[in-house]
Structures are given as C-alpha cells and as structure tokens.
C-alpha cells in the first residue's frame, strides 16, 4: 500500500526533500524503508526501524504515534518530524 512520508525539520535536512513515498504496512516499515532510502536519517532520527529518542511521527494529521507496530492504511500520510518542532 502506498504511504506518502513528509519530512520536516532535522529530519528533512537530513533526507534532502520534502516528500517521499513508498510501500508499507506498519510505522516500523515505513521507518526502515525511510532509513535505507535516506541512510542520513539512520542514527540521528531512526534506529533501525523505530524512532530514535526526540523524534516522533503524525498520521494523517490526527495523532502522533511512535509504536513500530501502528498499522498503515493505503494513502495514509506520515510527517516525520523532532519532538520539539512545534514549540
């Protein structure tokens, strides 16, 4: 199922665009296609699936979640962004 990822912040620093999209089930899913595509984001933001300490991720701009587990639905959206973005 397609999933579009938006990157804010640190984390679109690091993975050099706005937007990406790619095939996933789950948030850990989409979190270690994320860090393979955008290996700068791997350490920093990601830790091998999960989200590393300080960064957290919004669903279709309803709730934040951080659980690898979260199930995807086709056309959901993720924005990957730090913790302390919004202020």
């Known amino acids: 199922m397609r999933i579009t990822v938006e990157f804010y912040g640190i984390p679109r620093a690091r993975a050099g665009t706005a937007v990406w999209q790619t095939e996933a089930a789950t948030l850990g899913e989409l979190l270690r296609a994320v860090g393979q595509r955008f290996p700068a984001l791997e350490g920093e933001c990601l830790s091998n699936g999960c989200l590393a300490s300080g960064y957290t991720a919004n669903l279709n701009g309803d709730r934040f ?23």
């Open 65 to 87: 979640v951080t659980d690898p587990a979260t199930p995807l639905a086709p056309g959901d959206s993720v924005l990957l962004l730090s913790a302390d973005a919004g202020g």
